[in-house]
């Protein structure tokens, strides 16, 4: 089955009554060359990480854009199998149907096999509005925090609040032992 486009996931979320608005813009790739549309559109933006355990279980961890995360202690805070790596071009656009630079929660809509669990950053739920691609890298669009847990739950997929750890502080100029 073809991939869902934008337009099919515009029309997704207003059959499920879901507020939703979009900005275009020229095409992004990283959190750092985003920089720029951030300041023009509210709320807050996410940094999207495709990940897998041992296992051989996904995971797309959802996390506000500045967030630092601890990836090799990430997995101990979302239930995987020992230490993630990322998941390859290949399986994220076989299982999100999306390509890197596009990852996002609304991907789901893609995932009808359920093979992916999606992880959300407790600090990015804690704001009224949240940004994200809309499947393509050429647009950003946001929606509530209620209304993200909602669009999750009808694709089937049970969202997963969590906490990422953080990096170990290491003070300025002291390697570590």
Same mark, same amino acid.
């Given at each position: ?5 934008? *337009? &099919?996931?515009?029309?997704?979320? *207003?059959?499920?009554?879901? @507020? ?13 060359? +985003? ?8 709320? @807050?933006?996410?940094?999207?990480? !495709?990940?897998? *355990? ?5 995971? /797309? ?5 500045? %967030? ?23 399986? /994220?656009?076989? %299982? /999100?149907?999306?390509?890197?630079? +596009? ?7 893609? *995932? ?8 959300? &950053? ?9 940004? !994200?691609?809309?499947?393509?890298? %050429?647009?950003? %669009?946001?929606?509530?925090?209620? &209304? /993200? ?29």
């Amino acid at each position: 089955m073809p991939a869902a486009t934008p *337009d &099919d996931l515009f029309a997704y979320l *207003d059959r499920l009554g879901i @507020a939703h608005e979009t900005v275009r813009h020229e095409p992004v790739f990283t959190v750092a060359e +985003s920089s720029h549309i951030k300041a023009g559109v509210p709320g @807050a933006h996410s940094k999207n990480l !495709f990940l897998k *355990d041992r296992k051989g279980r996904l995971f /797309l961890m959802v996390a506000e854009h500045a %967030t630092a995360i601890d990836l090799k202690r990430l997995h101990e805070a979302i239930g995987a199998s020992g230490r993630l790596s990322f998941g390859s071009a290949e399986l /994220l656009a076989e %299982t /999100l149907g999306v390509l890197p630079g +596009s990852v996002t929660p609304f991907a789901a809509l893609n *995932d009808s096999d359920r093979r992916v669990t999606i992880c959300l &950053d407790a600090a990015l739920m804690s704001h009224a509005r949240q940004n !994200f691609h809309p499947l393509l890298n %050429t647009m950003t %669009t946001g929606i509530a925090p209620a &209304d /993200l847990l909602a669009f999750l739950r009808a694709t089937g997929h049970e969202p997963m609040v969590v906490r990422p750890p953080a990096p170990p502080f290491e003070p300025p100029g002291l390697a570590p032992i």
